[in-house]
């Protein structure tokens, strides 16, 4: 049986803050994700980031045109055990560099 390795070295928690306050009379609701981490779990989600930014998705002949590449980071392995479930990924699809429809650039 073949070991798992983690993409993620350190410790590193992310988890969502839901959020609500009043503001001039009415009622505002928002969510913030909160990333932290000790340094080495920073890094390696660093180098996961620019792994993913700089892979040829082009050559990649497991992944299917319009699939993105993209990693599991998963509470109690790769996170912490209170962590929420990310999946961390490429915005352009191979093939045809396309975003996907939920997505409203800037």
């Not at 993409?7 to 009415?26: P, R, T, W």
């Not at 892979?55 to 392995?77: C, F, K, M, N, Y």
Request: aromatic share 4%; proline share 4%; charged share 30%.
């Amino acid at each position: 049986m073949n070991s798992y390795t983690s993409a993620i070295n350190g410790h590193l928690d992310i988890v969502v803050s839901k959020n609500e306050d009043e503001f001039g009379g009415k009622k505002e609701c928002w969510n913030e994700i909160l990333i932290h981490g000790d340094p080495e779990g920073l890094r390696s989600l660093a180098i996961l980031l620019l792994k993913l930014a700089d892979v040829d998705q082009e050559s990649i002949v497991t992944l299917p045109v319009g699939a993105r590449e993209h990693e599991h980071l998963r509470p109690g392995l790769e996170l912490a055990k209170r962590s929420e479930i990310v999946i961390v990924g490429r915005l352009d699809a191979k093939g045809t560099c396309a975003f996907y429809d939920r997505c409203i650039p800037k």
